[in-house]
């Protein structure tokens, strides 16, 4: 699962990708401070299964406080974007090209007012997007039509290098005409916003509410102007801001957490200690930053993932003696067979059942998964 931070130049997009990840990335008051993509990785919490089992767990990645996991999310950071960029404007197809590779999209939008309307903002990303498939299709439609396929594996095919899949074409595909030489451009360009709600749903991540002003106003405006949306209001520089001080070990602070406690207030500066201060007040009025909340709602009500948690032999610690080393999140959905071929694709040639580890019960292939599963995978020698 990759996730991808999308934006406008001065949106704090950067900002809010170095305080999910921390990884270096450039922040600077100018456009196009991002030109490659920036690759990172964020963490989302889950209810951690070691308290049914009575043990506590060592993950082979992320990490586990008091009962609650945070498992590994990948993040990409793609360059500014601009109205026009599926035309080449500014990045153009470059920014639109690295988004194929993203499950969802966590839209940044400046919420203060002071570089742009945010209600536009919100619009125009889609608007891009959409224009930018159709220009794929439609420059290649009169190709799609002879080819000896059928409709939803022609258009698969064409956007081979996005993640939908042929049934979702399909289906999809049952509100359009039935041939795809009956398609009008006007249907090309419907199908292609289709496509992108399906391929590539978006969340909007209304940052820099902590700026005094309009941004709460403007918050509510986009809530009010897009009501179908996923939109969630988040300070990316006061996260980051304590994502740092903990790093120093200035401060304890775990992502999502309501509250901070500073632990070396001598090496505090004035500077420091006004900053600390007023990111306080903001808990003590939002509860949290934001930050952690807009990665798992795209992770758990965008994609609607689920946990699930595999261990070998029917036992709980692996081979290196890690208790629960992995957690895995995977689609809704999703079968003991394809469970199987994502841990690896050894697992899943040689696949003979698995077993529900809580209540011992054997699955088949075809079972669906539920979150918070723990399965073994059995497999043939």
């Known amino acids: 699962m990759l996730i991808g931070l999308v934006g406008a130049p001065n949106a704090g997009k950067s900002t809010l990708f170095k305080a999910l990840s921390l990884a270096p990335a450039q922040i600077a008051s100018y456009p196009f401070t991002t030109i490659k993509p920036n690759f990172g990785v964020g963490f989302v919490r889950v209810n951690c299964v070691e308290k049914e089992f009575g043990v506590k767990c060592n993950p082979r990645e992320g990490f586990c406080v008091d009962g609650i996991r945070f498992v590994p999310v990948k993040l990409i950071d793609v360059a500014g974007l601009v109205p026009g960029a599926s035309k080449g404007k500014g990045m153009g197809n470059q920014f639109l090209d690295d988004l194929r590779q993203a499950d969802a999209l966590i839209h940044v939008v400046d919420v203060s007012g002071v570089?742009?309307?945010?209600?536009?903002?919100?619009?125009?990303?889609?608007?891009?997007?959409?224009a930018w498939l159709f220009s794929i299709l439609n420059k290649n439609w009169s190709k799609l039509v002879h080819k000896n396929l059928k409709p939803e594996e022609a258009i698969t095919a064409q956007l081979s290098?996005?993640?939908?899949?042929?049934?979702?074409?399909?289906?999809?595909?049952?509100?359009?005409?039935?041939?795809?030489?009956?398609?009008?451009?006007?249907?090309?360009?419907?199908?292609?916003?289709?496509?992108?709600?399906?391929?590539?749903?978006?969340?909007?991540?209304?940052?820099?509410?902590?700026?005094?002003?309009?941004a709460e106003k403007n918050?509510?405006?986009?809530?009010?102007?897009?009501?179908?949306?996923?939109?969630i209001g988040c300070s990316a520089e006061f996260e980051l801001a304590l994502k740092e001080a903990a790093e120093t070990k200035i401060i304890t602070y775990v992502?999502?957490?309501?509250?901070?406690?500073?632990?070396?207030?001598?090496?505090?500066?004035?500077k420091q200690k006004i900053a600390l201060e007023k990111i306080k007040n903001f808990l003590d009025v939002h509860k949290t930053t934001g930050v952690q909340e807009t990665l798992e709602a795209a992770v758990f009500?965008?994609?609607?993932?689920?946990?699930?948690?595999?261990?070998?032999?029917?036992?709980?610690?692996?081979?290196?003696?890690?208790?629960?080393?992995d957690c895995y999140l995977v689609p809704p959905n999703t079968n003991a067979l394809e469970f199987a071929s994502i841990i690896h694709s050894e697992f899943a040639e040689k696949f003979i059942k698995a077993i529900d580890v809580k209540t011992n019960r054997t699955l088949g292939k075809e079972h669906v998964l539920k979150n918070n599963d723990v399965i073994e995978i059995v497999t043939s020698r």
Do not use: C, W
Not at 115 to 130: G, H, R
Not at 220 to 231: A, D, N, S
Not at 255 to 270: D, R
């Open 161 to 214: 290098g996005m993640k939908i899949k042929e049934a979702e074409v399909k289906q999809i595909l049952k509100n359009f005409p039935p041939s795809l030489d009956d398609f009008t451009a006007e249907d090309i360009k419907k199908l292609a916003s289709e496509l992108r709600k399906k391929s590539m749903p978006i969340l909007v991540a209304a940052n820099k509410i902590d700026v005094d002003g309009k």
């Open 219 to 231: 918050l509510e405006k986009i809530r009010k102007q897009f009501p179908q949306k996923l939109v």
């Open 255 to 270: 992502p999502g957490s309501s509250h901070f406690e500073i632990i070396k207030s001598e090496q505090l500066n004035e």
């Open 301 to 325: 009500k965008l994609l609607n993932y689920i946990a699930v948690y595999p261990v070998p032999n029917n036992k709980l610690k692996d081979s290196e003696g890690r208790i629960l080393p």
């Open 115 to 130: 570089t742009n309307n945010p209600v536009e903002d919100v619009a125009f990303l889609e608007e891009e997007i959409d």
